[in-house]
């Protein structure tokens, strides 16, 4: 079982950045798919990027791609998301969530994630 707290959420203008991050606990960090999903009242929940558990494979929504980056650090139990360009409608709960098996075609989807985080706010100012 793997732990997940997320921080680095906050209050940011139109066009700036913003760095959240993951940190897990439990043994099999390493060998767990890793996503973020986030998520406004009212809205299900929506897959925002994915890496892979060596950290070679990554996957974004089209809403993010270019702006997004996703990174993890196996040694240190760590999984991040680099926010930039950011957008008003990017203001939600942003989740880090983890599982240790998916299939790529079933990764945007979130009752496939076993494990998840409480959710940092991210609002984006206009």
């Known amino acids: 079982q793997v732990q997940l707290v997320e921080s680095g959420g906050g209050l940011v203008q139109a066009g700036g950045s913003l760095r959240l991050s993951c940190a897990a606990s439990g043994r099999t960090f390493s060998t767990s798919f890793m996503a973020w999903f986030r998520q406004t009242v009212g809205k299900e929940r929506e897959f925002v990027g994915a890496i892979s558990s060596n950290g070679v494979g990554t996957s974004y929504a089209d809403s993010v791609k270019g702006r997004f980056t996703i990174s993890r650090d196996n040694a240190k139990n760590t999984v991040a998301l680099q926010m930039n360009s950011l957008k008003p409608e990017d203001t939600a709960v942003y989740y880090c969530?983890?599982?240790?098996?998916?299939?790529?075609?079933?990764?945007?989807?979130?009752?496939?994630?076993?494990?998840w985080g409480q959710g940092t706010q991210v609002t984006v100012s206009s």
């Open positions: 969530a983890g599982t240790s098996e998916i299939t790529i075609e079933r990764m945007w989807f979130h009752d496939e994630y076993e494990y």
